[in-house]
């Protein structure tokens, strides 16, 4: 009589000695995602940011990147981080966007001369209204909310920047003769006083400056707000010019420095084109 063979167990696998391996949750990979996308970035700036430690820094934000919520929080986190890093900081933004809105919602209606918009006394006090009241002010509180200490002044303030009325010749397509335009209340700088701009970034404080002139008769003046960053980096010989996607020389050169604005959420365009320089 023959006797059958038990049946042997099958072989079990032995235990990794690394334990199982999980995969993690898609909300925990998208944060370790961003986690590593904010140290590869933040490894690849440390080196600028140690380079700029204590100089003082003026970043140009523009009106159309305001328009987006996620980019002005970015924006402003990126401010924070720069001054906790031992930069200073200096803002100056535009409102071009906002102050055609409201211009629109008050039904004043813009004239043009040669192509180029003419600025009257109503348009000014809007213009002021905008950018040194509504805009300034929201940069501010979102630089706060950050866990900055933004202050907001405008060119008006402390006698920062003089300015004188901006003229521009303008050649007749039809008769070919050329005319000297008035473009109202714009102007462009003549001299600048950065007293109230070293005091503040000697302190905590980040200032946001509105793109506001005082003319010599006391006019209120709308300056360019790239025109009036570069006026303030070259008064106060600050090392480095940055426009929201590249950083420049205050120097003769004001050649890029580096190709993109350091932002920890790996965002780069802030739709602000480069200021160029001849």
Known sequence: MSKTKPKSAPARSKPSATGPKLKPSPGVAEVLSTVHAKAKILSEALPYMQRYDRKTVVVKFGGHAMG?????????????????????????HGGGPQIGSLLERLNIRS??????????????????????????????????????????????DANLMRARKIERMWKDPDSNIEEILDLGFVGEPIAVDPHIIDVIVQ?????????????????????????????????????????????YEASATRKPVISRLINATGKRNFHAKPISWS
């Open 111 to 156: 004239e043009f001369k040669g192509g180029l918009r003419v600025t009257d006394r109503e348009t000014v006090d809007v213009v002021e209204m905008v950018l040194a009241g509504s805009v300034n002010k929201e940069i501010v509180t979102a630089i706060n909310a950050q866990g900055g200490k933004a202050v907001g002044i405008s060119g008006k």
């Open 68 to 92: 987006d919520a996620e980019l002005a929080a970015n924006f402003a986190r990126d401010i924070v981080l720069l001054k906790q890093a031992g930069v200073n900081p200096v803002v100056v």
């Open 203 to 247: 302190s905590d404080l980040i200032p946001v400056v509105a793109p506001i002139g005082l003319s010599p008769n006391g006019e209120t003046l709308n300056i360019n707000a790239d025109t009036f960053a570069a006026a303030l980096a070259t008064a106060m010989k600050a090392k480095r010019k940055k426009n929201s996607g590249s950083i």
